[in-house]
């Protein structure tokens, strides 16, 4: 049985902020998955894993605002939009989450998300916990370790003063290393392509960029137990599997190390991070039947 296809819908959030989202509709039965990307990525790249997950479920994959076809604060979408959100904060991220759950009419669901997205997920299991069934983070962390400070410091020095296209590069060489180019050489210009087809707000990429440098958690994240799923790559330059480590004791939940992974895992593993999805969402409905039924 093939997944249906995706559908796109844009609403507003409460400041009259564009939110974009992809979904489809599933079985009454499954509990939906809603899935946030990373930092100046769209929807799309969680595309590739939702097409292989369990064809009955409810998915929806959000543009987070000043990324993909998601505005900034002045409404504006795309490249075009001015300097907007000087601090953002993961409040916000969390309320357009919530708004986009409550267009679609889906009250609790597993929440997934990748490096940001998955930093957006821990925000709206702290701060609308009656929402969140489980937790998927891939390649993220709960807090910044030091040699992750200093990536994003150097970062945040070359989208101050560098070009679009140096930035891009510098961002593709973190995001991928050695060995996602040994395996794949034609990564770089897919990522090239990937952000020329989509390009993040320019404002709104420095503003994300602060807020996952500044992001921390750790202390903050109730135990999920069993209900939470951390997942690192092990060739992960920018969030080192000790980074999934800390977050998952955290959590109190499992830690999947992925052999030959990086940062790009959904794009690079799609198969790997389906199936470990559909395991980890079936688990934890079963485990919430068991306490029904008890």
């Known amino acids: 049985m093939r997944a249906a296809k995706l559908q796109h819908r844009t609403i507003d959030a409460a400041d009259g902020t564009r939110l974009s989202f992809h979904w489809r509709a599933g079985s009454a039965e499954r509990v939906p998955l809603l899935v946030v990307p990373g930092l100046g990525m769209p929807a799309e790249t969680w595309f590739a894993v939702l097409n292989r997950v369990d064809p009955a479920r409810p998915v929806a994959a959000i543009d987070p605002r000043g990324s993909g076809r998601s505005g900034g604060l002045d409404g504006t979408v795309g490249a075009t939009s001015g300097d907007w959100c000087t601090n953002i904060g993961g409040s916000i991220f969390a309320d357009d989450a919530i708004r986009v759950l409550d267009d679609l009419g889906w ?54 003063h560098s070009q679009p296209a140096e930035q891009r590069m510098a961002a593709a060489l ?62 992960d330059l920018l969030c080192p599997p000790r980074c999934g480590e800390e977050l998952a004791v955290a959590l109190g939940g499992r830690f999947v190390c992925v052999p030959g992974a990086t940062h790009l895992l959904t794009l690079e593993q799609p198969a790997t991070v389906a199936n470990l999805l559909d395991a980890h969402l079936g688990t934890v409905e079963a485990m919430a039947i068991r306490s029904t039924d008890a």
Not at 110 to 137: D, E, K, N, T
Not at 197 to 216: E, I, K, T
């Open 107 to 160: 009250g609790r669901v597993h929440v997934a998300g990748i490096s940001m997205g998955g930093m957006i997920a821990q925000h709206l299991a702290v701060l609308h916990p009656s929402r969140v069934l489980s937790l998927a983070l891939v390649c993220t962390y709960g807090r910044p370790g030091p040699w992750t400070k200093l990536v994003w410091k150097l970062r945040q020095a070359l989208a101050e």
């Open 174 to 235: 973190f995001l991928t290393g050695p060995t996602a180019v040994d395996n794949d050489p034609a990564i770089i210009d897919k990522l090239m392509d990937l952000w020329e087809a989509s390009p993040p707000n320019a404002a709104g990429y420095r503003a994300q960029m602060r807020f996952c440098a500044g992001h921390d958690l750790l202390d903050e994240l109730a135990p999920f137990g069993p209900a939470a799923l951390v997942v690192s790559g092990a060739d």
